[in-house]
């Protein structure tokens, strides 16, 4: 349990001491300190936490939307014209006025990408989530599960050294999340990209990552970083093994803590 | 409070309403169609009906077949061609002089916090004042006739293009314009290719609104600033007390109106095919 990746491959991305203070009227919310952690390159890290525990406020500050207030964090990048990172947003982050097809083309065409070449890769990613056919669609047109993947597709044609996810799968119904689950296992491991998956399904993680970085409640931390050392590939069968039970109960016993703590929190702010 | 939550799966059929009870009643789409296409072609029975029995006094309610008559006969002879035609060319010069300052200003007042906070007293100090009442004024100003009634359906017309478009540009959901930002949405890349179709739902919104209240307003300042377009010929029609011209003006209003709405909203699914098609407009 140790905050950095166990194999000895150089990092992708390295934070150090990250925090956030939000700044309000009367008083001001740590929402997250003194946060490290160092991913690899290649890695499957997911991040778990209570709600509230500035799992998305990390995101956006490695995203580079929002400021961290203290410490810094580095991406190595391999190739300079690659974009640093890309996110899958929750949902509703297409943009309505554009056809499946040129919302995947989105950041390459921003980037300024030569039409064809961006035409090319788009229809790639597609056909690798199954959405051959739908291009020409509008998002309003396609179910909660076809948006996220376009949503995951958007952020792979980018090509970006580290992908960020926001709780991708988070609103989609129990049996479409769990076709999804496998199917981003499947294009990450063809892709071989590094992977921040915020989620606050602990199976999901279980399932997904190579490590689980759990969060306590506010101010934000890690508590501790998990190795999964469960054998991929990992399908939905994998859920099953014995070994994916226990670490899910040890996961959890941690993360009762917390999620008790941040009840109390909220219970005191309301009064 | 749970951590994993499977409670979701009720929404695979949200495309279809399987609800029986509801707070307003429902008819079959057949029986609904054929009694909307009925219920105008009765009302008019009736009218014609009661005014042939003498229930309703000729003198202020014509019967419709002969204002159907008095309409023939005054397309016929050039007369309503004619106003129609000047009250369109006002209306039409009103309606551009408030949609592109409109807009302009509208889509600067929601980019620019600044901006926003110098404009917002002064337009909610001019916007509740029914414009109309600047009449009198503006005559003062720019005499009878045509460009005293543009300048006034233009103010009025221009109020509630500017409010809607700057509520388009303020009510773009977060998320995309973070997409926007995190896929490096640029400077006029940015404004061109995700706030501009962004706000453009509430842009045309405000079009519709604004092309509306320009008709009236046009039409209620043809009444006194000037001697042509449909509004003087039904101020006219009174004074030479001829009510089947007044109800053939009103009819050409009320087609008028629908076309120029029907107009709007079809450049909007023409410019907007991505809007879902079943919203309440």
Same mark, same amino acid.
């Given at each position: 349990? @140790? ?13 150090? /001491? ?10 001001? !919310? ?8 160092? !991913?690899?390159?290649?890695?499957? &890290? @997911? ?23 203290? %410490? ?31 919302? !995947? ?28 056919? &739908? ?7 396609? @179910? %909660?599960?076809?948006?996220?993947? !376009? ?77 999964? /050392? ?39 702010? @309301?009064? | ?28 789409? $057949? ?46 002879? +050039? ?22 300052? $409109? ?39 720019? +005499? *009878? ?41 640029? $400077? ?21 609104? +604004? ?37 053939? $003006? *009103? ?31």
């Amino acid at each position: 349990m @140790s905050t950095t990746p166990s194999s000895g491959t150089e990092p992708a991305i390295t934070a150090t /001491d990250l925090g956030k203070v939000y700044r309000g009227e009367h008083q001001n !919310v740590t929402a997250l300190k003194n946060l490290s952690f160092s !991913v690899s390159r290649g890695e499957f &890290f @997911s991040i778990v936490g209570p709600s509230g525990c500035g799992k998305s406020t990390l995101l956006r500050i490695i995203a580079r939307l929002i400021d961290a207030t203290t %410490g810094d964090f580095q991406v190595n990048s391999q190739d300079q014209g690659r974009p640093e990172n890309s996110v899958v947003f929750q949902e509703h982050a297409l943009f309505p006025w554009r056809t499946v097809q040129d919302n !995947v083309e989105f950041g390459l065409e921003m980037r300024g990408v030569p039409k064809q070449e961006r035409s090319d890769t788009a229809q790639d990613y597609l056909r690798k989530v199954g959405l051959e056919g &739908f291009e020409n669609l509008y998002p309003h047109q396609l @179910s %909660g599960g076809m948006q996220q993947r !376009v949503n995951i597709s958007r952020a792979f044609a980018n090509d970006p050294e580290v992908l960020l996810m926001d709780e991708p799968l988070g609103a989609l119904d129990a049996q479409t999340r769990f076709v999804l689950q496998e199917e981003l296992l499947r294009i990450w491991n063809e892709e071989n990209k590094t992977i921040i998956y915020i989620t606050h399904s602990l199976e999901e993680a279980i399932l997904m990552s190579d490590r689980i970085g759990l969060m306590t409640s506010q101010p934000g931390t890690l508590k501790d970083v998990y190795e999964v /050392d469960i054998p991929r590939p990992r399908t939905n069968k994998t859920r099953n093994r014995a070994d994916f039970n226990e670490l899910h109960s040890e996961l959890w016993d941690s993360l009762e803590e917390e999620v008790q703590a941040s009840m109390e929190l909220r219970r005191a702010e @309301s009064q | 409070m749970s951590i994993e939550h499977d409670s979701e799966d009720e929404q695979l059929d949200a495309g279809v309403d399987t609800r029986e009870s509801s707070v307003f009643s429902r008819l079959p789409v $057949g029986e609904e169609r054929l009694i909307s296409i009925l219920s105008p072609i009765v009302f008019v029975l009736l009218w014609e009906a009661t005014v042939q029995i003498g229930l309703l006094p000729e003198a202020w309610f014509p019967a419709p077949s002969s204002i159907f008559v008095t309409l023939v006969e005054l397309l016929r002879d +050039g007369t309503l061609i004619e106003n129609t035609t000047i009250t369109l060319r006002r209306l039409l010069g009103a309606f551009l002089l408030a949609a592109i300052p $409109g807009i302009v200003l509208g889509l600067i007042m929601g980019l620019n916090a600044t901006f926003r906070a110098i404009m917002d007293p002064l337009v909610s100090m001019l916007y509740p004042i029914p414009k109309i009442a600047l009449l009198p004024l503006i005559i003062i100003i720019f +005499g *009878f006739g045509d460009r005293s009634i543009i300048v006034t359906a233009s103010i009025t017309s221009f109020f509630i293009i500017l409010l809607n478009t700057m509520a388009g540009v303020l009510e773009i959901d977060d998320v995309l314009l973070e997409a926007a930002d995190n896929f490096h949405a640029k $400077g006029f890349q940015k404004f061109y290719k995700v706030v501009l179709p962004g706000a453009m739902p509430l842009i045309f919104t405000g079009l519709r609104l +604004g092309l509306g209240l320009a008709l009236i307003v046009t039409i209620a300042a043809e009444f006194i600033a000037s001697e042509s377009g449909l509004g003087y010929f039904i101020l006219n029609s009174w004074q030479i007390l001829r009510v089947e011209n007044m109800f053939a $003006g *009103f009819i050409v209003i009320g087609v008028v109106g629908s076309l120029l709405t029907i107009g709007v909203e079809k450049l909007g699914d023409y410019l907007m095919p991505w809007r879902e098609t079943d919203t309440i407009r």
